[in-house]
């Protein structure tokens, strides 16, 4: 099993579920509102002057969907370009109850 957490911009929070409903995943969490620092230039603190929020969307996959889910966001991450932040890791779990 996986642990798959997405770091994006809070924009595309629908389009990262619609995403994931497409592969059957319906089970996860997400973190809305977020403030964070990509880089010097890119940050999200919700101010007037460093505008937007970023959310964090975990879920737990088998490992058969987790390869073609994080394909997914790779393609999608590259889509969107260098000016949207979005970001993603998969950590392997040994035990869960949820």
Known sequence: MKRLEIYFDSFYTEKMKEELREYGIEQYFIVPTIHSSWSKDFKHFNTHVLLGTDSILITYLEDRHAEEILRIIKIMKIDLGR????????LSVDDIIL
Do not use: D, E, K
């Not at 949207?84 to 998969?90: E, K, L, P, Q, T």
């Open 83 to 90: 000016g949207i932040s979005m970001g993603a890791v998969m």
